[in-house]
């Protein structure tokens, strides 16, 4: 009972704190990206029973097209019950819970109570997780909890479990195909065979699938997207050696926040896909510790530092490594938030907009920034102003101060680009809105 109670409370009070932190967060209109309300636009159209179309992408685009996601379809029916931008937000929450009560119940487990817990804390505050929730939703909040129930398998040896938990991991993102071929090899390794070949193959067939029969299937392009990100201009080798300090620091953190006991398990080698295509792709918010690239690495690295801990002992030693590394790392980090005042209190601007997205009718289209995208995708036919293409909406919304992609001038803007004539229905803080007569 012990491990469940200890695994219980860190993902209760890491539940609780994320929850707060992400929904503080987007109640201030702070500016992250596009993605959350990429998310909802697909969600809510399978809430519908319909195709995932994502206006924001493009009008009538279908985000199947774009990544390859289809577990983001399990979201629907809580959405379908409770439509918005916090159901994402507190769905990641929960499957990052559920990740660390795994990793923190496999480790009180092997390790006993003080140690088993530390390493749990240590992995609910670790960059990747505070990444993540900081970045707002993704796909890849579900292969996170996946990756820790194969982790703790493996550790237990559990090696059937091992399999049945990765092989979902195909329905999560499409790079996550080539994992499952990884684990695959590592069942072969300790002598699996059997069970190593069928895990992976059933990775390769699910990332060939992806990758070459449905995204471009599926895109207007006939081709995958994200194929010229590889290497991007200046070639394959030239994009892999950009920014050694960046790279090499999001690799060293990644262990260090193990004390590098992770470093002493075959399990590390579950991570070695994530970085090789994150490295050779020519986008340079890749290669760091931010954002949410580095979520599915946090159950591999901490299942694989119990392991080794639990087989060889005497490397408990290593674990004040990375409660110093942690340490360091908190500083300035999301989590700190929560003991600023600023946090909880509602901001001028964040004011403004709220009282500029009510006065746009339900359903109406609206055409606006990244700033105030995610707050108007639910109740209206929501586009980017990057992506509209040869729409023309009924409203146009912009945060001229703060907005990615905003007019100085909204309302003249509308009449250049869209034809006019076009009238302000609302301008405080900066949070302009005009309305096509």
Not at 89 to 118: D, E, I
Not at 308 to 315: G, V, Y
Request: charged share 15%; hydrophobic share 55%; proline share 6%.
């Amino acid at each position: 009972m012990r491990p469940r109670l200890v695994g219980g409370a860190v993902a209760t009070v890491s539940a609780v704190a994320y929850g707060v932190l992400a929904l503080r967060h987007h109640a201030r209109f702070e500016v992250r990206s596009w993605d959350l309300a990429i998310f909802e636009q697909a969600i809510a159209g399978y809430s519908r029973l319909a195709a995932p179309v994502v206006d924001v992408k493009g009008p009538g685009f279908n985000i199947l097209g774009d990544h390859f996601s289809p577990v983001t379809a399990l979201v629907a029916p809580v959405y379908r019950l409770f439509p918005g931008p916090r159901t994402l937000l507190l769905t990641q929450v929960v499957l990052v819970a559920w990740a660390l009560y795994v990793v923190t119940a496999l480790a009180v487990r092997r390790l006993g109570s003080p140690l088993g817990a530390v390493v749990g804390v240590l992995c609910a505050t670790s960059f990747g997780v505070q990444s993540a929730i900081d970045a707002e939703f993704h796909e890849v909040a579900f292969a996170a909890p996946l990756l820790a129930l194969a982790g703790a398998a493996w550790v237990e040896r559990r090696y059937t479990a091992v399999a049945a938990w990765s092989v979902p991991l195909v329905l999560v993102k499409e790079d996550l195909g080539i994992t499952v071929m990884v684990i695959g090899a590592l069942l072969w390794w300790v002598g699996e065979r059997r069970l190593g070949v069928l895990t992976a193959v059933a990775g390769l067939v699910g990332f060939v699938v992806a990758v070459f029969v449905v995204l471009p299937g599926v895109n207007d392009a006939g081709a995958y997207a994200y194929t010229g990100n590889l290497g991007g201009e200046t070639g394959l080798l030239d994009t892999v050696l950009a920014e050694p300090g960046t790279k090499l620091g999001a690799l060293v953190l990644t262990f260090a926040i193990t004390g590098f006991a992770a470093l002493w398990s075959r399990w590390v080698l579950v991570v070695v896909p994530t970085f090789l295509w994150r490295f050779a792709g020519d986008v340079p918010t890749y290669w760091g510790i931010e954002w949410h690239y580095s979520l599915v690495l946090m159950p591999v690295v901490f299942c694989a530092a119990v392991e080794a801990i639990d087989r060889a002992p005497r490397l408990r030693w290593l674990v004040p490594v990375g409660v110093g590394v942690s340490a360091l790392l908190l500083v300035g980090s999301p989590l700190r938030e929560l003991a600023s005042p600023e946090l909880y209190r509602d901001t001028p601007r964040a004011a403004a907009a709220r009282e500029a997205i009510a006065l746009l009718p339900p359903g109406a289209s609206v055409e606006t920034d990244i700033a105030l995208l995610s707050h108007v995708v639910t109740d209206h036919q929501a586009y980017w102003t990057g992506t509209i293409g040869e729409v023309t909406p009924e409203y146009v919304l912009f945060d001229t101060r703060v907005g990615i992609g905003s007019p100085l001038e909204p309302t003249t803007w509308a009449e250049n680009v869209h034809g006019g004539p076009w009238t302000t229905v609302y301008s405080d803080e900066g949070i302009v809105l005009a309305k096509r007569e």
